[in-house]
């Protein structure tokens, strides 16, 4: 996207953009680093010299059981990896045409407007989990011709269908949020309705709730594995399988960490672009 | 007759706005609507190029009546262009940008055409190097001046200007005003609704008082300004005089 403000691409965003330490100066830097070492220190040595620590150790971070499923499970977290992939796009691509559905104006849309709605509050009112259930053992099990039999196939589908529900609420917030004199602009234009939504009104939305999709993109990352139900061999399922034949809980850790690594660094990437987004805004007013 | 309005009626509600209008505007006039606020101006404004549909009467444009929901709103839109009080530029798109997609995307005008078409506009209205900025970049005056360019890009036969400065600081209202000056030489039809007495006097071939939904007195600015008949006017341009405006 190019930037209204290039010329403040090039200079340090004053006060958000500087880290925590500029703020503080060195003897402040100092007291953080030395408290948090020392906090660190006192937990470490509450938690190993407790006499249960070693039975922990053993359940919940037995390397050597780890290393040997580390394997089957990275493999496992590779399909999570695509389908949350795969669920991102066809996401907000679907949650986007509901969104628009629904905030069209005029009474010959009344039909699309009620679809949207009727679509809205059944996905989202009912538990993923049902939606699984339903879907990923149900369709299945009616062979119809012509359908697709995959577990992954249809618990893909009702994870998108369910989030879309959800993010079409997403970009309906960002819709309502541009002013009402940017489609009256649009149209004074001669633009039609679609030209002025898809011109003017949805690239000022959508900007709107980046930081709202980013949200929902770390939550689906987790959301995914919720398709181990109906036996996807993901990373929590791979996990399951191990822990149920060793009674170890450690394949479950690293399972944890593999996610953490993903979804942790997603977080700290949407807080960066919202407050960037913020200042740039703040700037852009005054 | 460039435009003929007959017995216009508009409701918000049961918030009767126009009670009735009648109002004709020739080819090169320049005619402007003054009034106090909340007398309908700009909602009358916004029923000529069918921003807002009208309960009651009839709109002709170059005789077609246009108001009959048979015609197609953009493209009547196309050709009476609109200037509003707050510009209403689109923010996320360059100057040149928002210029040029009405004109591309509802004229169907070539882009090549239009990029320079836009550009000569902007040249003349001074504003040659705000081409590739965004909005946000420049002053409400050079906003204001980019939408009126925006609304002339697609040619329309009838301009019309809502308040077009009375978002503006005073100190920027000058060089918005000397544009619409400017486009009255060319002898482009326009209604404007307006607060700015002495730019009415100047630039008006006719003034329209209105009140409460109804036009009150109409005729040449001389007239309708300096000798008021209506008491209703007299005691508005009364108000106007104390508020230092005329």
Redesign the interface.
Known sequence: MNS??SAQDHEPLTGRGRSYFDQEGARGALIAFVSTLAFIVVVLLVIGRSENWPTVQRSFFDFELMWESRSVIWRGFRTNVWMFMVGQVAIMALALLIAVMRSLKGPAFLPVRFLAIVFIDFFRGIPIILGLLLFGFGIPALRLPGLPNSAVFWGLVVVVLSYSAYTAEVYRSGIDAVPD??R?????????QW?GLR??VL??AI?NVIPALLNGFVSLQKDVALLSVLGVREAVREAQIITGRTFNYSPYVFAAALFLAISIPSARFADWYTARDRARRSQ??G | MKLEMREIHKSFGSNHVLKGIDLDVDEHEVVCLIGPSGCGKSTLLRTI?L?EKIDQGTIRLEGQLISDGAAN???I??RI??V?Q?Y?????MTVLKNLT??PI???GMDPTAAEAKAKDLLDRFGLADKVHE?P??LSGGQQQRAAIV??LV?DPEVLLLDEITSALDPELVGEVLSVIRELATRGLTMVLATHEMGFARDVANRVVFMDAGSVVETGPPSQVLGTPVEARTQQFLARVIEGGRL
Do not use: M
């Open positions: 209204p403000l004199s940017q009256l602009s649009a149209a004074s234009l001669g633009l039609t030209q011109y003017a690239p000022q900007r852009g007013a | 190029n921003l709103p953009n493209e839109r196309q262009g609109i509003f707050s209403n530029l689109f923010p996320h997609l009405g995307k509802a004229n965004y946000d970049r925006r609304a697609g």
